[in-house]
């Protein structure tokens, strides 16, 4: 089972208090002990993803609260399928509703996009990854999509890797100066990249020593030479305009791992609606 983000609870606290503030002024209509029965609805196909997140936000607001999945976490849901049953306190039901939708909708996005690079690298040996291009506060619920649509995360954040970037490299003189510098202060086993822009540079980096280089928004001409020339001496990782149109050939390539932005920066919410049962 994967592992769900460590900061669910504090996540969801923040969007609830965002959301409800002082009290829900419409809900408080509602006399508290009506009971309710409420379902959430898909209105697209999609990759379903964010259940934890619905889950939390109902046991937060009302322990009595019970949320009932009909479809699991990664599965494939369509126009009219229904997702879940929840059952509490009608107010409560009513209280949580775009909090719980706001996490169900845009998770599933990103596993829906997700899903969609995956399935058109399937049959290749490349990995499609995500980046840092997430919305403050929600990379780990962002990266936890994107497994959940079938492609894999690149390094969390700036603690866990070194990725040598062009800025980098200038500030460090050259290629080689900057390889040498990350693999004298490397420690244990941490991740060792190197960002090059162009085939001269792809060759500095593999005569100094680099074992994972990224290609900087290589045309697919480079690509191909880009591989042959390393052929299997480092991972070879691509990233800048790739979409869904040309990654497939990408993937042919032999390349290693194909990286987008477009997973978690570019989010279209999934069409999700709540209707609560006559009461």
């Known amino acids: 089972m994967d592992k769900l983000p460590d900061n669910i609870t504090q996540q969801v606290q923040q969007a609830l208090q965002e959301d409800i503030g002082s009290g829900d002024l419409t809900a408080a209509l509602l006399t508290e002990q009506v009971t309710g029965m409420a379902k959430i609805i898909s209105r697209q196909h999609a990759v379903l993803c964010g259940t934890p997140w619905v889950n939390e936000v109902y046991h937060q607001m009302d322990r009595q609260c019970e949320v009932h999945w009909r479809k699991k976490e990664g599965e494939l849901i369509y126009d009219g399928d229904i997702i879940c049953h929840i059952k509490g306190p009608a107010h409560i039901l009513l209280t949580g509703e775009r909090t719980a939708l706001n996490f169900l909708q845009t998770l599933s996005g990103i596993a829906t996009k997700a899903r969609r690079y995956a399935n058109a690298t399937e049959g290749t040996n490349a990995k499609v990854l995500d980046t840092r291009k997430t919305i403050p506060g929600w990379r780990q619920a962002e990266k936890y999509a994107v497994r959940h649509g079938g492609c894999y995360n690149h390094r969390m954040g700036l603690f866990d890797a070194v990725l040598i970037k062009e800025n980098h490299i200038r500030a460090l003189g050259s290629v080689k100066a900057a390889i040498e510098k990350a693999l004298a202060l490397s ?93």
């Open 187 to 279: 420690k244990d086993e941490t991740p060792i990249e190197i960002e090059v822009e162009s085939l001269a540079e792809l060759e500095e980096a593999l005569n100094a020593g680099a074992k994972r280089i990224l290609l900087d928004n290589f045309n697919y001409s480079d690509v191909v030479q880009a591989v042959a020339l390393n052929n299997k001496k480092a991972e070879l990782e691509v990233s800048g305009n790739i979409t869904l149109d040309n990654i497939s050939a990408v993937a042919e390539t032999g390349i290693d791992y194909i990286s987008i932005g477009d997973l978690t920066k570019n989010i279209s919410a999934v069409e999700l609606s709540m209707q609560l049962s006559d009461l």
